[in-house]
Nanobody
Framework: QVQLVESGGGLVQAGGSLRLSCAAS????????MGWFRQAPGKEREFVAA????????YYADSVRGRFTISRDNAKNTVYLQMNSLKPEDTAVYSC??????????????????WGQGTQVTVSS
């Protein structure tokens, strides 16, 4: 079992940048593919990005491709989401999630077994 804690959220103006971190404990992060999801008030949870355990493959939602970058440092047991050119529609609670690395990388939240509590990102216009 792995525990996940997100950090790095906050308030930023449109066009600005933030870097989110997801720190894992309890088990080595290299056992998992990792994903980032977000949920805005009144909306369903939305896939943002995912990365394989080895960092060989990444996967992005169309809405963030070219602006967001997912990365990881297994030695530090941490996954990152660099968010650039932020837009007001990026406002949401961002959560990281882990799936066993033997599963195929996916945007389906049902395929992720462990979740963090989330960190709020607010982008003002």
């Amino acid at each position: 079992q792995v525990q996940l804690v997100e950090s790095g959220g906050g308030l930023v103006q449109a066009g600005g940048s933030l870097r989110l971190s997801c720190a894992a404990s309890g088990r080595t992060l290299s056992a998992y593919n990792m994903g980032w999801f977000r949920q805005a008030p009144g909306k369903e949870r939305e896939f943002v990005a995912a990365i394989t355990w080895s960092s060989i493959s990444t996967y992005y939602a169309d809405s963030v491709r070219g602006r967001f970058t997912i990365s990881r440092d297994n030695a530090k047991n941490t996954v990152y989401l660099q968010m650039n050119s932020l837009k007001p529609e990026d406002t949401a609670v961002y959560s990281c999630a882990a799936q066993p690395r033997w599963r195929s990388l996916t945007s389906n939240p049902m395929q992720y077994d462990y979740w963090g509590q989330g960190t709020q990102v607010t982008v003002s216009s």
